[in-house]
């Protein structure tokens, strides 16, 4: 199983980002996918979360109309748009999959992503 995030990078406070976590190696429509950051020296958190069809979502309520995230079954990606970023946002931001419902918690996903750090400048 391989998850592939892409789209970090640095850039300014104001700007969109749109990251994307590449699936293979599992049935992409049977996981609820999540995006997580980690700042530096801070504990993992999930930002945005999705359900194997994508009809359902949450978000962490510090990043709600800012984060959006989305998925296409049939391309085995999962998608995290950020709009007007801010420099908190600074983190390396990874996906994870796990089989089951959706949720918030990070420990319950089974598989993850290296990872892809974002740099936001003022």
């Known amino acids: 199983v391989q998850l592939a995030e892409s789209g970090g990078g640095l850039v300014q406070a104001g700007d969109s980002v749109r990251l994307s976590c590449v699936v293979s190696?599992?049935?992409?429509?049977?996981?609820?996918v999540g995006w997580f950051r980690q700042a530096s020296g801070m504990a993992r958190e999930c930002v945005a979360t999705?359900?194997?069809?994508?009809?359902?979502?949450n978000y962490l309520d510090s990043v709600k109309g800012r984060f959006t995230i989305s998925r296409d079954n049939s391309k085995n990606t999962v998608y995290l748009q950020i709009d007007a970023m801010k420099p908190e946002d600074t983190a390396d931001y990874f996906c994870?999959?796990?089989?089951?419902?959706?949720?918030?918690?990070?420990?319950?996903?089974?598989?993850w992503g290296q990872g892809t750090h974002v740099a936001v400048s003022t």
């Open positions: 994870a999959a796990r089989w089951g419902i959706a949720t918030l918690t990070p420990r319950v996903y089974e598989y």
């Open positions: 190696g599992l049935i992409f429509e049977s996981y609820a």
């Open positions: 999705i359900s194997q069809t994508g009809d359902w979502t």
